[in-house]
């Protein structure tokens, strides 16, 4: 198959088939009529299918956007996993008489919470 003849196959594939009628129509018209409406049809055609290439695109980078918020919140969430280890090996090293004092020291405010 050839590249010209594959590229109309799958314009055809793209175009709803609200349109397809539409020009099941057009084709049945005189000659005079016809090419008077093609080229405006053949716009709207391919607006039709480049508006939904670019949602498609949208729609792909929104599920790429909710994966790396999922990674972020993940690490966010091992991150202070981590800190609270840490904190509590410091105040364990500095002695419970200490710890209220010192824990302000290295807990910095957490607004998220």
Do not use: C, W
């Amino acid at each position: 198959m050839s590249q010209a003849a594959h590229s109309t196959d799958n314009a055809v594939q793209d175009t709803p088939s609200e349109l397809l009628d539409l020009q099941r129509v057009i084709d049945a018209l005189p000659a005079e009529h016809r090419l008077a409406i093609q080229p405006a049809f053949q716009r709207v055609v391919e607006s039709t299918n480049r508006r939904r290439k670019i949602l498609q695109l949208v729609q792909e980078s929104i599920g790429q956007l909710r994966l790396d918020m999922k990674y972020l919140v993940f690490d966010l969430e091992a991150t202070r996993r981590e800190r609270d280890t840490y904190q509590k090996q410091i105040s364990e090293m500095l002695g419970d008489s200490s710890q209220g004092e010192s824990q302000d020291e290295f807990r910095p405010e957490d607004d998220s919470e």
